[in-house]
């Protein structure tokens, strides 16, 4: 079993619409997520973090953790065409923000 | 804020040439800076952890004589690939933290041996 897993994707979105992207990690004890974005042939761009269950939104991005499912989501509102990236899901086992476990990442596409 | 620099962005070079590359913090102190390596349609692997005037940690099957990493001051890393072949182009990608702070990743240096 994987210890981060998304779904590759692609997954299409009209522009304008709500675009969700899950990630369920393995590790029970991981305490810090985040949320990277990466467009083709650059480095990941941090979008999102969150520590404690629940929602939290940042614009048009809201993170969403739930420990006990095991389960983190990233939800865009008013997708726009430049969302278009590959998002990637990164866990850490310790607050400290040391080393993270990356998900294989899923393609967005959104069509205008 | 939170800018980190890597260069060189591209490299090509022939095979058994040694490469360079250097990792940055611009605005801020890194405590720990890490390297990773990407392939085409996969995610980030990372190679090695550093700490400041530590010696690095390597991941599981990261050869650490074949990937030299220095960490001499808290904004500045270097990757060096020792003798490098074919089968080491690849993506390679610094990040840096402050302390308790997310990594922010660097541009990235496209490595293509020939």
């Known amino acids: 079993q994987k210890e981060v897993e998304q779904n590759s994707g692609p997954l299409s979105v009209p522009e304008g619409a709500i675009a969700s992207l899950n990630c369920t990690y393995s590790d029970r004890g991981s305490q810090s997520f985040f949320w990277y974005r990466q467009y083709s042939g650059k480095s990941p761009e941090l979008i999102m973090s969150?520590?404690?269950?629940g929602d939290k939104e940042d614009g048009r991005f809201t993170a969403q953790l739930n420990k006990a499912s095991q389960y983190v989501s990233l939800l865009i509102r008013d997708s726009q065409p430049s969302d278009s990236a590959t998002y990637l899901c990164?866990?850490?086992?310790?607050?400290?923000?040391?080393?993270?476990?990356f998900g294989t990442g899923t393609r967005l596409l959104v069509s205008p | 804020g939170a800018v980190v620099s890597q260069h060189p962005s591209w490299v090509i070079c022939k095979s058994g040439t040694s490469v360079k590359i250097e990792c940055r913090s611009l605005?801020?102190?890194?405590?720990?800076m890490f390297w990773y390596r990407q392939f085409p349609k996969q995610s980030l692997m990372l190679m090695a952890t550093?700490?400041?005037?530590?010696?690095?940690?390597?991941e599981q099957g990261v050869e650490k004589d074949k990937f030299l990493i220095n960490h001499a001051s808290l904004t500045l890393s270097t990757l060096t690939v020792t003798s490098a072949h074919p089968e080491d182009s690849s993506f390679y990608i610094c990040?840096?933290?402050?302390?308790?702070?997310?990594?922010?990743f660097g541009d990235g240096t496209r490595l293509s041996i020939l």
């Open positions: 969150i520590y404690s269950n």
């Open positions: 990040s840096a933290r402050g302390t308790n702070q997310p990594q922010h």
């Open positions: 550093s700490n400041e005037g530590s010696k690095a940690t390597y």
């Open positions: 990164a866990v850490s086992m310790n607050t400290g923000f040391q080393k993270l476990v």
């Open positions: 605005d801020f102190q890194a405590t720990t």
